[in-house]
């Protein structure tokens, strides 16, 4: 706390750097109306991405009520991004009924902007690892069979445009299971179907549908792996899904047999594109079933969010999510924003659930802090929208008490 008329020459120094006049407010220095973009993802298993900025703002308007709030939840393709984009199109849920990866019935939204006759899909609402009971199903047994119903339902509509995204799947299959829901058929050397993708490695040759879906497939994905191999899709995300080393061999014989003879009946090697490795090959499917064209993700949201426009709006952004750690400056997209804030020269505040120790001074942040810093990871998991509220209120009252971001 700094006394209503003491200011250190240090403090001095570093409010004198801020472009708005300092005042004082409730003993505080704090700076008149300072424009703040609250910009988060999700915090993965607890709290949705507009659930994030809604207790971020709560928070920060309990220190600093003067401040002019924008509040923007971002998603890079995963769970959420359907909520997120159709905020961003204005889009309107409609509901369908279909199949989840363990063929399941179950009913899912998906979103539709009549305006621009756009269709949003959100693969993790249908076929999605958290809608699965934990270790009740092996990935053998799972599909994405059950997401060609949200692309029917699009296509039915005359949808101009499906933009999809595919993050958070519980699946493995390459996209095998949405074409046989949109009439492709795999048949063996005998011309027998192949009903499972664990069945893959006896393919002989496909078999497209009379009626294809016409619109304009956008595939938002959240990592850029391909296909096939060490980096690929079955050894790298497989073991979240519940894949074991063991089961490597069959699942990488049947996604190999499939690459090639899609690449030998329409001329294209899709298992080599940046980014068909993801959700367990499903951007590979909507590459080579669909015609799709993948996307990052976060690419995709700061596109349709005019973000760089609002970025330069701000005097502050607030980002985070779950865990800010080595992979968030890997291409996520928390981590993109706090990159374009240092190219931009914004200050960039970073909250998460939780921070290794390694990654608390990343030089593309002005801060960052943790709901750990305030209590135990399990209270922090148990209310979470009251803690990061707490740690927001607590940003908010050191700020602007950051350490220079020239420096950061």
Known sequence: MIPD????????????????????????????????????DKFKGTLTAAEA??????????????????????????????????????????????VDAAHRACRADWWWAAKSRTAIVESAKIIGLAMLPRGRFHPFELDTYGLGAALLAAQASEARQILIGIGGSATNDGGFGLARALGWRFLDARDDAIERWTELHRLSSVQPPTRSISAKVKVAVDVQNKLLGAHGATRVYGPQKGIRPEDFELAERGLARLAGVMRREFGRDFARVPGSGAAGGLGFGLLAFLGGSLEPGFDLFAKLAKLDRRMRRAELIITGEGAIDRSTLMGKGVGEIARRCAALKIPCLGLAGTVPPDCRHSRRFTRIQALTDLTSAANAMADPKRWLERLAQKAASEFPCQRDRAGA
């Open 53 to 98: 900025a809604a207790a971020m703002a709560r928070g920060w308007r309990q220190v600093r009520p003067d401040d002019q709030l924008d509040l923007l939840p971002m998603s890079d393709g995963g769970d959420g991004f359907g909520e997120v984009i159709s905020v961003t199109l204005q889009a309107r849920p409609r509901g369908l009924r279909t």
């Open 5 to 40: 008329k003491i200011m250190s020459s240090s403090a001095q120094s570093s409010a004198s750097r801020c472009r708005p006049a300092l005042t004082l407010v409730r003993g505080l220095p704090t700076l008149n109306r300072v424009k703040v973009l609250i910009v988060p």
